[in-house]
């Protein structure tokens, strides 16, 4: 299925993920975010990202696409609203 070798084990940063690029103050607080969801049904892949980094794997055979990050944010208070979700809507995850 090349849906799955293009987006199963999907990595996003979707969430502010700065290292690197920002002071170390910039990213005083930070916070692992994961999710997932099964390929069944799945033929097209949107991805919505914001600022930071990105980085796409597929593996063919893949049941499970799996989106991490990790938010990165100078104001502790901001660290809870910055999300990483997953939404499907008919065959499009």
Do not use: W
């Given at each position: 299925?090349?849906l799955a070798?293009?987006?199963?084990?999907?990595?996003?940063?979707?969430v502010?993920a700065?290292?690197?690029?920002?002071?170390?103050?910039?990213?005083?607080?930070?916070?692992?975010?994961r999710?997932?969801?099964?390929?069944?049904?799945v033929?097209k892949?949107?991805i919505?990202?914001?600022?930071?980094?990105l980085k796409?794997?597929?593996?063919?055979?893949?049941t499970?696409?799996?989106?991490?990050?990790?938010?990165?944010?100078?104001d502790?208070?901001f660290?809870?609203g910055?999300t990483?979700t997953?939404?499907?809507?008919?065959s499009?995850l």
């Amino acid at each position: 299925m090349r849906l799955a070798a293009i987006a199963a084990a999907t990595a996003l940063v979707a969430v502010p993920a700065f290292a690197g690029i920002l002071d170390d103050d910039d990213c005083r607080y930070t916070s692992p975010r994961r999710v997932a969801a099964a390929t069944a049904g799945v033929t097209k892949v949107v991805i919505h990202a914001d600022a930071g980094s990105l980085k796409v794997d597929g593996t063919p055979g893949a049941t499970q696409i799996l989106a991490t990050g990790t938010a990165c944010t100078s104001d502790e208070d901001f660290l809870n609203g910055m999300t990483l979700t997953m939404r499907k809507s008919g065959s499009e995850l």
